[in-house]
């Protein structure tokens, strides 16, 4: 198996649902902001379009809500009529500002031409320019210029003083599309406070949040935000699976297991490498028996493909546990899938400690051919037949035990009992 440290957190699922969509834009940009609340700011007086650009402008709507028309057929037919429009100061800003909200649900390029424009002109009134303001930073966030949406922000907030959940979300996204992790924490930040205020959840500002630190390998950082995350969305599975993991980086164990040994009695853990994980951390924290049989139940179910790593893990989590039993026979599976004489050789040697002799043998035998560890096999060989009363085999085998400098000194030990053993049977050696 796998160590933990190689699994991924992939950036789609942390950035899940952070996208501005073409339809907010446009519903933003068909509504006005609330009034101006920046201390001591006097509203300035309301102006009204001209009698020639108004006109126009009556047309172009008029034009706009013809049901009989298409509605591509109904924006271009507006458009056309206010292009017509030579105007100036308000008027203009006016006429741009109209003919940017119309665009906007068809092509947002050219709508952040004229809303932007209309807005730079700074001319137009209080709601009228909150709304401007906040339109071009969504259109400039959809059009990818990050810096400059964030910029576009900003302006919206120095002339509105609004605290806004949703403008610092924006805020925090853009920071991370422009690889600013680091600036992703204040907005985001303010984000959550103002929607805690509202008593709104949101889970957005946390994942950016959870990103920012993520990424720049903050894991202690990472862990409190995906507390957060778990503590506040508890029925959203993914986060219990990516706590456990972040537990891990920090190299907390113990809430590694006990967090995923939660997601999985939930059935959070919806991936067969998610049930690998917490059946290391079982064996990681000195419990093999739970580490062995939940992937013996996984595999034999067919969620967890069989291969060589696994049933090797396996094997040795039932070794550790002390079933040796099952764990030889999951070493040979291993052995006759791979052919390497290790595993034929950790098989005979448990199925001599099971008091299986014979079958200890067999596998031993098997060994024999490409084994490194060649005085060791002797001795379980020896030993396998000692134990069946073959006091001749046995002897063969200590002797040969004896010619390899790593087990010489217990075979000279073993080798005058084997011999008084057979004498006192009558078996000459």
């Not at 209309?118 to 009228?128: I, K, R, S, W, Y």
């Not at 002339?159 to 204040?186: H, N, P, W």
């Not at 990472?222 to 537990?247: D, H, N």
């Not at 990681?284 to 493909?305: C, R």
Request: aromatic content about 10%.
């Amino acid at each position: 198996m796998k160590s933990m440290t190689h699994f991924s957190i992939k950036k789609a699922v942390i950035t899940a649902a952070l996208v501005v969509s073409a339809s907010s834009i446009s519903t933003q940009a068909l509504a006005q902001s609330a009034a101006v609340v920046c201390p001591g700011y006097t509203p300035k007086p309301t102006e009204i379009v001209g009698q020639r650009a108004g006109k126009k402008a009556q047309k172009a709507f008029e034009a706009y809500s013809d049901e009989t028309v298409d509605e591509k057929l109904r924006v271009k037919n507006a458009i056309d009529i206010l292009l017509e429009v030579e105007a100036e100061g308000f008027d203009q800003a006016y006429v741009d500002n109209f003919i940017g909200q119309l665009y906007a649900s068809f092509d947002q390029a050219k709508a952040l031409t004229y809303i932007k424009r209309a807005a730079d002109a700074n001319v137009l009134n209080d709601g009228e320019q909150a709304s401007a303001l906040r339109t071009t930073a969504d259109l400039l966030l959809m059009d990818k210029q990050y810096k400059n949406a964030v910029g576009a922000y900003k302006k919206w907030i120095a002339f509105t003083c609004k605290e806004d959940a949703g403008v610092y979300l924006r805020m925090a996204q853009a920071y991370y599309e422009s690889g600013d992790l680091a600036g992703i924490l204040e907005p985001a930040d303010k984000a959550i406070e103002l929607n805690k205020q509202a008593g709104k959840l949101d889970k957005n500002p946390y994942l950016l949040k959870l990103t920012s630190f993520y990424e720049r390998k903050l894991y202690p950082q990472t862990v409190k935000v995906a507390e957060e995350l778990v503590r506040i969305f508890p029925s959203e599975k993914q986060w219990w699976v990516q706590l456990g993991q972040f537990y891990f980086l920090v190299e907390n164990f113990d809430k590694a297991l006990s967090t995923l040994e939660i997601a999985y009695n939930q059935g959070y853990l919806e991936k067969p490498q998610q049930v690998k994980i917490l059946a290391q951390l079982y064996a990681q924290n000195d419990i093999p028996f739970k580490a062995a049989t939940l992937l013996e139940k996984h595999i034999k179910s067919g969620f967890i493909k069989l291969d060589d790593s696994l049933t090797s893990s396996m094997a040795n989590s039932f070794h550790q546990a002390r079933d040796y039993k099952k764990a030889a026979y999951y070493y040979g599976k291993v052995a006759q899938s791979s052919g390497d004489p290790e595993y034929y050789r950790k098989q005979g040697t448990l199925l001599l400690a099971a008091e299986d002799y014979k079958g200890a043998l067999a596998a031993l035998e098997k060994s024999l051919k490409g084994t490194d560890k060649i005085g060791r096999v002797h001795m379980a060989m020896m030993e396998a037949n000692f134990y069946q009363g073959n006091f001749k085999e046995a002897h063969k085998h200590v002797v040969e035990a004896g010619k390899d400098k790593s087990t010489a000194r217990s075979a000279r030990s073993w080798e005058p009992y084997i011999k008084e053993k057979a004498r006192n049977r009558g078996i000459r050696i």
